[in-house]
């Protein structure tokens, strides 16, 4: 076994609908900053955005992950398939995706390559998402959905996949806003995700804003970097960042940057405004901001976003909470006269 | 104005411990014209493995759409180029490790026709049931045997076989149960003897004792044979003479073989109708399935090439090292080239196959086209073990149904079980879903 009788960090399952707001291309890029750090693995990357840009620019974001600073490992190491939606959400070919997949060197040769031509090129994002959790370990995954819910329901409905994500997942931490951009598939989630879920309310977004000033300080380490010319192209200001909050707590539950709510169970009204209704069987919870906390989170924010790539290790050492002292050596034996 | 009475499509001809299906003939189809009509003749399905992955290389087309020319690998298929469906992407996630860690060639062949992945043990196996089995069971009554399965390699059923994947995984293709595989015929003359005989092979000693009064089966149906040849018409009378023809040379090639080996080696282990030529031995193999495709005897094939995992040499070919370990050939161009000829080897004996079956016509058609042949391998890339764009094409059209002469790329970790559950309901099987099945892919039909 890869990791030996332990547990690898755990395994994350991504998906968005990339090129509707940089949120989630900043929520990607700190999720990578996590999997360095050796916190998480990134296990699956999907978009519901149905055009080949917010794909294509998923698969960027993963290959500068996986191999900008090593074109040795660039080579031989296999980025995820990207997943992607055909239908059930309008198509956004937004300037944060085509600004930089459209960049240039000046040999004329994308600064970004990808693989994603044609939709051939892209994966079922039902399949990723499912394929994904059957190769976790018991209760060592967890997914962020920084968009609705159309992938999800859709893998949901799949035979055994609600039992699946139950032995697999410890939860969900999805984004409302994405979940009310489709309140059909949002319904479906919340009758059918098996454990507990967390959702970071828009207002939360708003109150903890991605700086812009970080993009010209904390990431001027890389003079190319996908998710920067896609924050610029995007408007360069401070950006709503309730995705990242989602990835943060994620992956970081530990940190206690957030409150929950007590729990409940969420309903999507006629009007998309979504509620949650006190339940004591409930295993919903909005998530919470918590005032002696936001420093570290601007923080953690903005030092993950801008973290710098780290080569994937096939043998990763163990969490930390899961390493174990070294056993003594035996005391030497006196020695016999 | 037609008097003359059909003859019954289930027919036989008989003898003392002999009974010859026959092939579809003009006479069987009532008021001349049935035949004719595109799709009534019974579709069959098949499934030819050959293992340790393929040079994908030498193996892709370069364009969707229309097949133009054939890379190296398939390059032997070029005269049955409008015959066949190269299939792209198709993914089977329960060959991958999940967590079980070494174990691919076992896991990949257990995995490769029930879409389950294999339970990691020497001794207690589980998998789930095959695509081909489910066809057996529930359709398998309308044919002497619901299902067939052959292979070319002889290979134990226990022990350990890819690091803690018990040799059930590697050695078989169908499953009756999760628990019971059904090991494939090696031997050509078991074989014969189940298609033509009482529909049991013998036991080895059994056969010895016949063997010393063999005539030729066809002995044993003479009177019956002169009889159907009396009521048959000129056409009905040649197709007839050629189907006992290659039957009666199928007789010869085994004794032929029987002769050789036990010249060559009275001692050899494996059985004595096996012939020490791979390719007369796919050959043998293969004829056989023809004729019982012919006089559909069966419609539900699996066929391991040979078993997963093998270090068998292909000295045949001028190729001394063993299969298996040619494979990981850490890019080394001169094992690269080795693993590229078994590859084409394999895929040239697969075309010739193919001919004869082109050449047994079924009225207006053949049974090739009324075939949906899978040939492909449970991985793509034997160097890396990866399970994604499994090498999988489909000869045949399925009884006129599938668009053919093409390839189609389908998106990336579209599970191979989506193929299979579609094949099943070809053959009148319909399932919710199968495997790890999301659904049934697209763009086969003609439609």
């Not at chain 1, 291309?25 to 999720?31: G, I, P, R, S, T």
């Not at chain 1, 990207?82 to 040769?109: C, F, H, N, Q």
């Not at chain 2, 005539?215 to 040849?229: A, G, K, N, P």
């Amino acid at each position: 076994m890869q990791f030996g009788n332990a547990k690898p960090p755990m395994g994350v399952v991504f998906d968005c609908d990339m090129g509707e707001s940089i949120d989630d291309a900043l929520a990607l890029a700190v999720l990578y900053g996590l999997d360095g750090k050796n916190e998480c693995r990134v296990v699956a990357v999907s978009t519901t955005n149905p055009t080949l840009a917010s794909a294509a620019f998923c698969e960027v974001v993963g290959r500068f992950y996986a191999g900008a600073v090593s074109a040795q490992f660039a080579a031989s190491g296999r980025t995820l398939p990207v997943g992607m939606a055909t239908s059930g959400i309008p198509k956004m070919e937004t300037p944060m995706l085509t600004a930089p997949l459209s960049r240039k060197g000046a040999d004329g040769a994308p600064i970004y390559p990808h693989g994603i031509q044609k939709i051939v090129d892209t994966a079922d994002p039902a399949a990723v998402v499912r394929n994904a959790f059957t190769a976790q370990h018991d209760q060592n995954a967890a997914m962020v959905l920084a968009g609705p819910a159309v992938t999800l329901a859709a893998a949901l409905a799949l035979p055994g996949v609600k039992d699946l994500i139950a032995r697999k997942a410890r939860y969900l931490v999805a984004v409302e806003r994405g979940l009310a951009a489709h309140p059909a598939s949002a319904g479906t989630l919340f009758a059918e995700w098996p454990g507990s879920i967390f959702v970071v309310p828009e207002s939360m977004g708003e109150r903890y804003r991605f700086p812009a000033s970080a993009i010209e300080t904390a990431f001027a380490w890389s003079p190319n970097h996908p998710v920067v010319d896609a924050f610029r192209a995007s408007g360069n200001k401070d950006a709503p960042a309730a995705g990242v909050l989602a990835a943060l707590h994620c992956v970081r539950t530990d940190k206690k940057y957030f409150g929950a709510s007590a729990a409940g169970t969420f309903d999507l009204g006629t009007g998309g405004k979504l509620t949650l209704k006190p339940s004591a069987e409930g295993r919903h919870h909005w998530l919470e901001p918590d005032p002696a906390q936001s420093e570290a989170v601007m923080a953690a924010m903005v030092e993950l976003a801008s973290a710098k790539p780290v080569v994937r290790q096939r043998f990763r050492p163990r969490p930390v909470e899961q390493q174990v002292a070294p056993p003594k050596p035996p005391e030497a034996k006196p020695a016999k006269p | 104005m037609i008097t003359r009475k059909a003859l019954p499509r289930r027919m036989f001809l008989r003898g003392a411990g002999a009974a010859i299906a026959l092939p579809a003939l003009d006479a069987m189809a009532p008021a001349l014209a049935s035949s004719r009509i595109p799709g009534k003749a019974p579709v069959r399905m098949a499934f030819v493995y050959v293992p340790n992955g393929i040079d994908m290389r030498h193996w892709t087309p370069e364009n969707e759409g229309p097949l133009d020319k054939l890379p190296r690998i398939l390059a032997p298929l070029e005269r049955h180029k409008d015959n066949i469906t190269v299939l792209s992407n198709l993914t089977h996630n329960n060959g991958r490790a999940l967590l079980d860690g070494a174990g691919d060639h076992g896991r990949c062949c257990g995995a490769y026709l029930t879409g389950v992945q294999p339970r990691k043990s020497v001794s207690d196996i589980k998998v789930g049931v095959s695509c081909d089995q489910i066809v057996a069971q529930q359709a398998g009554g309308q044919t002497r045997f619901a299902s067939l399965e052959v292979g070319l390699e002889d290979a134990r059923q226990a022990g350990d076989c890819d690091s803690g994947y018990s040799c059930a995984y590697t050695n078989n293709l169908a499953w009756r149960s999760e628990t019971q595989p059904l090991p494939p015929i090696l031997d050509p003359r078991a074989l014969f003897e189940r298609l033509f005989g009482k529909g049991v092979a013998l036991s080895p000693e059994a056969r010895a004792r016949e063997g010393k009064f063999r005539r030729s089966i066809l002995d044993f149906v003479t009177e019956d044979t002169r009889s159907l040849q009396a009521n048959l018409g000129p056409t009905d009378r040649r197709k007839l003479d050629e189907y006992l023809t290659s039957i009666r040379e199928i007789e010869a090639q085994i004794a032929k073989a029987e002769k050789d080996n036990s010249q060559i080696d009275p001692g050899m282990a494996k059985p004595y109708g096996v012939p020490a030529d791979f390719a007369e031995h796919f050959k043998l193999m293969t004829d056989m399935i023809t004729v019982a495709f012919q006089a559909d005897q069966t419609r539900v094939l699996t066929f391991l090439v040979t078993r997963e995992g093998t270090s068998r040499a292909y000295r045949e070919i001028g190729i001394p090292d063993g299969h298996h370990p040619l494979t990981h050939h850490r890019n080394d161009p001169a094992m690269m080239e080795k693993v590229a000829q078994i590859n084409t080897y394999h895929v040239e004996q697969f075309t010739k196959w193919l001919d004869k079956l082109k050449a047994a016509k079924e009225g207006d058609s053949n049974v090739l086209d009324n075939s949906m042949i899978v040939y492909g391998a449970g991985l793509s890339d034997g160097n890396r073990h990866t399970h994604e764009d499994l090498p999988t094409l489909i000869a045949g059209k399925g009884g006129n149904h599938f668009k053919t002469g093409r390839r189609i790329v389908y998106r990336k970790e579209t599970p191979m079980s989506n193929l299979f559950l579609t094949m099943m309901d070809r053959m009148g099987v319909h399932a919710e879903h199968f495997g790890d099945s999301t659904g049934r892919v697209e763009g086969l039909d003609l439609a």
